[in-house]
């Protein structure tokens, strides 16, 4: 489901705006530590498999998967909670 | 020359498989038998009439059915095509389609132009939900129900014959990934085959339509020997495809076995010696040939030219390949990650020496592509 922009408080958000598959999922994975366990981190990203490929890296990492919204220039966001090291 | 181009690095059968021994010497044979017009009432022709009629006979023998419900097409996809909007043009109910998400694309595109799409979601297996396919079925307007007998991507097996669906609402199944290596399903009204699948010459769809089925031709009609093909006929291919069909019909029971257990292989192994990998498809009721697995972090098509260069051939329905920007619709309607994918098929005479080469080389060159990016 989108949800308006900034229904999410993230504590990073991670442009890959111009990042082709799978770029997005592993910068998402590189910068998972920079924020804190319980907080948000987000991924702008075109890229069409990112709506697929970020839930399912959610799962097969252990994070949850909180949801989507789109950013002011129309960008989809996939927001991460990470929830362990 | 006759020695194979291909070696035992091509594990992408499920594209197309070579040519099946047993066909080779019918095709050479057929080539100058054949040539003629099997409408025509002179010997050349009564020759080719026979030929074809022999074809249509052992096509009907080895899927159980009868001689007068196949038809030979120029293609699996124009068989998918003229069976499944037949069924819709003959409909008396209305002109949408019932189809799951994870349908080939020659039955979304065949539903696109001539129907009315009713998509159904499938779990993450891969099987369609079937209480979403049968409430969708008894719908006002749901001309005709469609659902492929197994996945092209994945290999899981559809419950095709299991759903109970009101009496005028025939079922199309698609056929092309399982034909000849599984029994038909029971339950449907219209049918499709591709005989470069199965170590049939390309250039051969069967399509099959049940006698009593309420099916009209979508198409300009023609005047062939059999009322719903159009053309001229290719003789010599589609007798080469049928008696490959025969052929794969009668070792599919020592060939399944060995290629299921070679599936166990891989889906073992992978899983065990790959980090943050993704085994996808059902583990169970599934192709016998077929496995599809996706690595995290890994470019399709690095992947693809990599182990391309190790010497094996493999097929992906990642992304980010030079031919296509979207993955995989069969792999984003399951959820299960698109990137890194690999999808491979085995050849009948693929051996375990062959899988565990590719199983040896897979860590490798998973871990360097990564590496690439520094995970």
């Given at each position: 489901m989108i949800a308006p922009h900034d229904e999410y408080e993230v504590a990073l958000e991670l442009d890959?705006?111009?990042?082709?598959?799978?770029m997005p999922v592993i910068e998402l994975a590189r910068h998972l530590?920079?924020?804190?366990?319980?907080d948000l981190l987000a991924v702008v990203a075109h890229d069409p498999a990112a709506a697929v490929d970020v839930p399912a890296w959610c799962r097969m990492k252990g994070q949850v998967y909180v949801g989507a919204d789109v950013t002011d220039d129309g960008a989809p966001r996939y927001v991460v909670r990470r929830v362990k090291a | 020359m006759t020695a194979a181009p291909t070696g035992p690095g091509d594990l992408d059968s499920a594209s197309s498989a070579p040519l099946h021994p047993a066909a080779r010497e019918v095709l050479l044979a057929a080539l100058d038998r054949g040539y003629?017009?099997?409408?025509?009432?002179h010997r050349a022709g009564r020759e080719a009439r026979l030929l074809l009629d022999n074809a249509r006979e052992a096509t009907a023998d080895a899927l159980g059915?009868?001689?007068?419900?196949v038809t030979f097409t120029p293609s699996g996809t124009h068989a998918v095509h003229l069976g499944l909007v037949g069924l819709v043009r003959g409909s008396?109910?209305?002109d949408g389609v019932v189809h799951s998400a994870v349908e080939h694309s020659a039955v979304r595109h065949a539903v696109a132009w001539g129907a009315r799409s009713l998509e159904v979601g499938v779990m993450g297996d891969g099987r369609v939900h079937d209480g979403d396919l049968v409430e969708n079925a008894v719908?006002?307007?749901?001309g005709v129900v469609a659902l492929q007998t197994?996945?092209?991507?994945?290999g899981t097996l559809q419950d095709v014959g299991g759903f109970e669906l009101p009496n005028d609402v025939p079922l199309f199944t698609d056929a092309c990934a399982s034909m000849g290596r599984l029994p038909l399903p029971d339950g449907w009204a219209a049918a499709a085959g591709s005989a470069h699948k199965w170590g049939g010459p390309a250039g051969v769809g069967v399509l099959l339509v049940r006698k009593r089925a309420r099916w009209r031709n979508p198409f300009p009609g023609d005047d062939r020997v059999d009322e719903r093909s159009t053309g001229f006929e290719n003789v010599p291919a589609v007798l080469a495809a049928a008696a490959a069909l025969q052929a794969v019909v009668a070792e599919r029971d020592e060939v399944n076995v060995r290629q299921h257990e070679l599936v166990e292989v891989v889906r073992r192994r992978v899983a065990a010696e790959v980090p943050d990998v993704e085994v996808v498809g059902d583990p169970v009721r599934r192709l016998p040939h077929l496995v599809t697995f996706s690595c995290l972090y890994v470019d399709g098509e690095a992947l693809v030219t990599e182990l391309e260069r190790r010497g094996f051939g493999i097929a992906s329905g990642s992304a980010c390949t030079a031919s296509t920007l979207t993955p995989s619709h069969v792999l984003e309607a399951m959820g299960v990650?698109?990137?890194?994918n690999v999808r491979l098929s085995f050849q009948r005479d693929t051996t375990r020496a062959d899988v565990d080469a590719f199983c040896d080389a897979l860590p490798g060159v998973v871990a360097e592509i990564r590496s690439r990016v520094g995970l």
């Open positions: 890959c705006r111009d990042l082709p598959c799978p530590g920079d924020v804190e366990v319980g | 003629a017009d099997p409408r025509r009432l059915v009868r001689p007068d419900e008396r109910r209305g719908s006002p307007g749901t197994a996945n092209h991507e994945v990650l698109t990137h890194g």
